[in-house]
């Protein structure tokens, strides 16, 4: 089993900047990717950003490119996510997320709640 802990989530004024960080514990052997999805009020959960772990290459969802920056720490088996020029629209639970190729399946933090005021 993989455990994953996030922190750093809270409240920002629109422009501002938030910092996540996830990190997983457990057997964490074998991950091929973590990230990051959120889920606002009434909507699906989105993808917002992924890295892999072998090469670091990353996506994101479009609206936040530019803004967002997905990074890792391999060492601490930790990723984190800076937010910078945040919108309201950014407004949502952030959970993290990891895939372990080892365990051939996903797993999930508990979420976040990241507020942002315009």
């Known amino acids: 089993q993989v455990q994953l802990e996030e922190s750093g989530g809270g409240l920002a004024q629109a422009g501002g900047s938030l910092r996540l960080s996830c990190a997983a514990s457990?057997?964490?052997?074998?991950?091929?990717?973590m990230g990051w999805y959120r889920q606002a009020p009434e909507k699906e959960r989105e993808m917002v950003a992924r890295i892999t772990w072998s090469d670091d290459s990353t996506d994101y969802q479009d609206s936040v490119k530019g803004r967002f920056t997905i990074s890792r720490n391999s060492a601490k088996n930790s990723v984190y996510l800076q937010m910078n020029s945040l919108k309201p629209e950014d407004t949502a639970i952030y959970y993290c997320?990891?895939?372990?190729?080892?365990?051939?399946?996903?797993?999930w933090g508990q979420g976040t709640q990241v507020t942002v005021s315009s």
């Open positions: 457990g057997r964490t052997f074998g991950i091929y990717k």
């Open positions: 997320w990891l895939y372990s190729y080892a365990a051939g399946r996903e797993y």
